[in-house]
Every structure is written in structure tokens, then in C-alpha cells.
């Protein structure tokens, strides 16, 4: 499909604005390159947001693996990696930065193999892979509450079902596994503290996971 490059696309699915065609770059350059300039360094920048916009639960079925928003993000660098060389851009000198969890998912880029030899620098604002907040430490909850209320945890394909819910559906099914981790904690004699701590949590419900392939093993 044909689009133009000088109109930004949509955002993500977000409440009842965006589209989940969503997956694109804006590219800033200068408005004039010539071949005598050295190329710039590069800085990418990865937003934040809680995740609610990034990667979910993982599930072992069929080898499908999570972290599919981290991927979009790998996927996007690679990119500019083998490209921005075009846009007068140097492919050696690439910064990645971001902001909350745009931070935490700049650590996470750091530590998967998939971006060696590829980034030369980083910065994570608010947020970094030391953070308990970057892992999903409610995966499976999440995925089952997902399933559930989709009416999926009973299909041949998990992933196949998923991708035939309409968007509308999808975003309420998420919705409802912190629903009803809430109505968990009312209902069982947890402390106080111990209650607040948990619900924080909660709040980033979505995050990453150790998935044996783009995050081999949890980061000390």
C-alpha cells in the first residue's frame, strides 16, 4: 500500500483512538545532504507508556513466543541500522533513548543478541533493565485472563484466535485481567502494605518475559 513520507502514521490502538496498523518510523533528517557532509550520528528515540502499547504475555503453545512489542522495537532498529545510511545518517554511531518504559525497553534492547553490533550508545530516562518494573510478572494470569475473554482458551491456536478478535474485544480482555487481580486482592487477607506493593505492581501489568530467545534468562 502506498503512503506518503512527509504525513506521520497512525499511533497504536490506544482507548478508541489509533489503528493496529501502526508499525512505522519518522524519520528526521536535514532538509539538504550532500556527499561532502560526514555522516550524523543517530539517535532513536523509544517512547514510553507502561506497555500498555507493547509486548504481553508469552504462551509455550506451538512454540509461540511474547515480547512481540520489544521485537517491534528490535525490528525498527535493525532498520535503521541497514538504511539511515540514505538519510545521511551514520550506522555506526546509533543511540537508542527513551523515557519510563521507552527506558526499560532500551535495557532490554541492550541485552538481547539480536541488536549486537548494532548499537553504539544508549540512554534510559526514568527506567532501565534494573528495574522490576520492565518484567511481566503477571504472564500467565494475563495470558489466561486474555484467552478467557476472548473465547480462545479452548482453540486449536491460541495466536490464530487472537488474531481474528476484533480490536474493540481485545482491549477489554486486557483490560479485565487487572480487574480481576483487584477483586483478588479484596477478597484475600492480604496486609496492607503487602496489598499496595502488589497493586503497584499491577499497574504495569504488561512487560516483558524471559522467552529463551530474545531475553535468555532474567537480568541480575
Known amino acids: 500500500m502506498e503512503k506518503h513520507g512527509n504525513e ?19 524519520i528526521l533528517a536535514p532538509d539538504s545532504l550532500s556527499s561532502e557532509q560526514s555522516p550524523r550520528a543517530v539517535m ?18 506451538h512454540k509461540i513466543r511474547g515480547n512481540f512489542g520489544v521485537r517491534d522495537q528490535q525490528v525498527a532498529i535493525e532498520w535503521v541500522f ?3 545510511a540514505d538519510f ?5 554511531r546509533i543511540n537508542i533513548f527513551g523515557c519510563s518504559a521507552g527506558g526499560r525497553s532500551v535495557g532490554a534492547q541492550l541485552v538481547t543478541s539480536y541488536n549486537d553490533g548494532i548499537i553504539f550508545s544508549a540512554i534510559g530516562q526514568s527506567g532501565d533493565i534494573s528495574s522490576d518494573l520492565i518484567w511481566d510478572n503477571f ?13 480462545c482458551a479452548e482453540a486449536a491456536s491460541h495466536l490464530d484466535c487472537l488474531r481474528n478478535v476484533e480490536i474493540d474485544t481485545l482491549q477489554r480482555a486486557a483490560d479485565s485481567s487487572k480487574e480481576g487481580f483487584d477483586q483478588f486482592l479484596h477478597k484475600n487477607s492480604i ?6 506493593t502488589q497493586a503497584q505492581n499491577r499497574e504495569w501489568q504488561w512487560g516483558v518475559v524471559v522467552d529463551g530467545d530474545f531475553l535468555l534468562t532474567d537480568v541480575e
Open 139 to 151: 504472564a500467565e494470569d494475563n495470558l489466561h485472563a486474555v484467552l478467557e475473554n476472548t473465547n
Open 44 to 61: 532513536i528515540w523509544i517512547h514510553g507508556g507502561a506497555f500498555v502499547t507493547g509486548s504481553g504475555a508469552g504462551s509455550n503453545q
Open 88 to 92: 545521511g545518517g551514520d550506522p555506526s
Open 191 to 196: 496486609s496492607l502494605l503487602e496489598r499496595y
Open 82 to 84: 541497514r538504511n539511515i
Open 8 to 26: 506521520y502514521g497512525d499511533i497504536c490502538r490506544q482507548g478508541n483512538q489509533g489503528s493496529e496498523d501502526c508499525l512505522t518510523l519518522n
